[in-house]
């Protein structure tokens, strides 16, 4: 079981950015896929973005195409999500996930097919 800890999260106005961390201990996830949500009050949880563990394949959902970057430092155990241009609809709890994965090339995009999150981080944007 790895341990997920995201920072990062806080207040901004429209048209700022934020970067969160997610931060992975009690062992390595140089072999996860990880995915970041978000789940806004009264809302399913929504994929944001995921990377492989190859770092060559992301995705990302079409509402944040553009403005958020996801990035991975396995050497660092953590994985970020850049986050610009923010608008008052990015406002959440962002929570990162993994999912040990056989091949370096798979980005789940289901909330069901990740073993693993963080306790989230609240993401807040003023308009």
């Known amino acids: 079981q790895v341990q997920l800890a995201e920072s990062g999260g806080g207040m901004v106005q429209a048209g700022g950015s934020l970067r969160l961390s997610c931060a992975a201990s009690?062992?390595?996830?140089?072999?996860?896929?990880m995915g970041w949500f978000r789940q806004a009050p009264g809302k399913e949880r929504e994929f944001v973005a995921g990377?492989?563990?190859?770092?060559?394949?992301?995705r990302y959902v079409d509402s944040v195409k553009g403005r958020f970057t996801i990035s991975r430092d396995n050497a660092k155990n953590t994985v970020y999500l850049q986050m610009n241009s923010l608008k008052p609809e990015d406002a959440a709890v962002y929570y990162c996930?993994?999912?040990?994965?056989?091949?370096?090339?798979?980005?789940?995009?289901?909330?069901?097919?990740?073993?693993?999150w963080g306790q989230g981080t609240q993401v807040t944007v003023s308009s």
């Open positions: 996930a993994a999912k040990t994965v056989l091949f370096g090339y798979i980005v789940p995009i289901s909330p069901t097919q990740y073993t693993n």
């Open positions: 009690s062992r390595t996830i140089s072999r996860d896929a």
């Open positions: 990377i492989s563990w190859s770092s060559g394949e992301t």
